[in-house]
């Protein structure tokens, strides 16, 4: 059997607060904040009451660039995908208590919502977008028939 490791996840929801950039000691940017995550399946509820919607609230930590970008372009109530991979770590507490945490460090960060969709009316933020002009873009061959198709 081979040794397979593999740590990846893609999520997908809501910040729950304002990301807030902060240094460490040598200065390197981290960000911190929860990412309200609506599950597939609503629970039953009890006859006449609406189905609830369950949420799971996912702790995400970001550093260097990741985290800049973040601090920057999204608010409380932003959609956004998060590409990275779990991590458990602990450590004791002021009280001596050992403590653990999973949470997921963000690799890659992206827009779900387009500047006008956004979870926030009004926000401010001029996010950057990319687009190629037509004269640009890579002009794809057209095939006519069926028989042409490589497969």
């Known amino acids: 059997m081979s ?13 729950t607060a ?3 950039l902060k240094l460490t000691p040598s200065g390197v940017p981290v960000v911190s904040f929860g990412l309200a995550i609506n599950r597939r399946f609503q629970s039953k509820s009890a006859e006449g009451s609406p189905a609830q919607t369950q949420v799971d609230f996912i702790n995400i930590v970001a550093w260097r660039a990741t985290a800049e ?22 450590w004791q507490d002021q009280q001596g208590q ?22 926030n009316a009004g926000d401010s933020y001029n996010a950057p977008s990319y687009s ?15 028989d042409e198709l490589p497969f």
Request: proline content about 4%; some cysteine.
């Open 69 to 90: 970008f973040i601090s920057r372009y999204f608010r409380k109530g932003s959609a956004i995908c998060i590409v990275g991979s779990i991590q458990t770590r602990s």
């Open 98 to 119: 050992k403590r653990v945490t999973t949470e997921v460090v963000a690799d890659e960060a992206m827009f779900v919502d387009s500047k006008s969709e956004g979870g």
């Open 132 to 146: 190629s002009a037509p004269a640009t873009a890579p002009k794809l061959g057209e095939l006519n028939t069926d």
């Open 18 to 20: 304002d990301p807030e």
């Open 3 to 15: 040794n397979l490791n593999l740590n990846k996840v893609i999520l997908g929801g809501r910040l």
